[in-house]
């Protein structure tokens, strides 16, 4: 029973150790300090300091963003690192801002993301005159409306709110400017798509598509579903021509027939469709046998015979 006291008596010492050793540490406004979070409601975050008091960050000190949603972005046991902006609160926690600390090391974190060409997931935040707004390490990034899609935005507004994916195109830490996008992962996201496409199309399917453009070298077909393909000029018609013009014209429906996929291209052809009904008529005059057409002759002919 006596040594169950002094191991009690032991751990108190220590514990009361920590803390009076927690409560002698020195702590100036402008110190960097990381905590855990032990709280989260709307509009503040409590963190344990491992000190005589708890720090608070309150929402507005939490991020550039206006709008942050702390529920959304934190949660009980996360580790936060903010800056001591005033050691005594209202009831005697420390007030700290995070916003603060970002701004110490956030911008070589966006020039890393931009030379490693990552992606990031954001929100849209805001909608101003010529794009959206949107925080990436707390950082407020402009994102202009040619970047959001491969086509062109007609109306911002929709934007608000949206979830998506972008990279850092900008990095300017002296002029405070972040610029982001999300056309480049859009144009690679599509292309291996259009590959995906390609790979399951055939060679020697015949299909129908429109003209869309014409080049001094051929014709570029759209067949739909986002894919195309190009009539090289000696494709289009048996007779020899200076330029696809001379034939056809852009948006004129025709039919083509697959001759090759390489390197996630499509190879067409107008003039292998007339090889296509050469074959057909070829078939059909086949299937008329030249036997037939004469016993069928013959027997006409006897027919017709009288003997006497």
Do not use: C
């Not at 030379?115 to 909608?127: F, M, R, T, W």
């Not at 429906?253 to 090759?260: D, G, L, R, S, Y």
């Amino acid at each position: 029973m006596a040594e169950e006291v002094k191991v009690t008596e032991a751990l108190s010492m220590a514990d009361l150790e920590e803390e009076l050793n927690a409560s002698l540490k020195q702590i100036h406004e402008g110190d960097i300090l990381t905590g855990t979070v032990i709280s989260v409601t709307d509009d503040e975050v409590i963190l344990d300091l491992k000190y005589y008091t708890e720090g608070v960050i309150r929402r507005a000190d939490f991020s550039e963003d206006p709008m942050v949603n702390l529920k959304e972005e934190v949660a009980v046991g996360d580790e936060i690192s903010a800056t001591v902006v005033r050691r005594e609160g209202g009831n005697g926690q420390i007030m700290l801002s995070r916003k603060e600390a970002n701004a110490e090391f956030a911008w070589d974190r966006l020039q890393e993301l931009k030379d490693l060409n990552k992606n990031i997931h954001v929100k849209v935040a805001g909608v101003v005159k010529s794009g959206v707004i949107a925080y990436v390490e707390g950082i407020r990034g402009f994102i202009p409306a040619s970047k959001l899609s491969l086509e062109y935005v007609e109306d911002l507004e929709e934007w608000l709110g949206r979830e998506i994916d972008v990279r850092v195109i900008t990095v300017d830490e002296e002029d405070q400017k972040l610029v982001l996008s999300a056309r480049e992962i859009l144009r690679e996201r599509e292309a291996e798509e259009r590959k995906t496409r390609v790979s399951n199309v055939t060679v020697g399917l015949v299909t129908e598509g429109t003209v869309e453009s014409l080049q001094p070298y051929g014709a570029f077909v759209n067949l739909g579903n986002g894919l195309s393909g190009l009539v090289h000029i000696s494709q289009i018609s048996e007779k020899r021509i200076k330029h696809p013009s001379a034939v056809l014209k852009v948006g004129d429906q025709v039919k083509v027939k697959v001759i090759a996929v390489k390197d996630g291209k499509l190879s067409l052809s107008m003039k292998a469709l007339n090889d296509v009904a050469a074959e057909e008529i070829q078939e059909e005059t086949i299937e008329l046998p030249e036997t037939e057409s004469i016993s069928t002759n013959l027997g006409s002919l006897f027919a017709n015979l009288k003997l006497n």
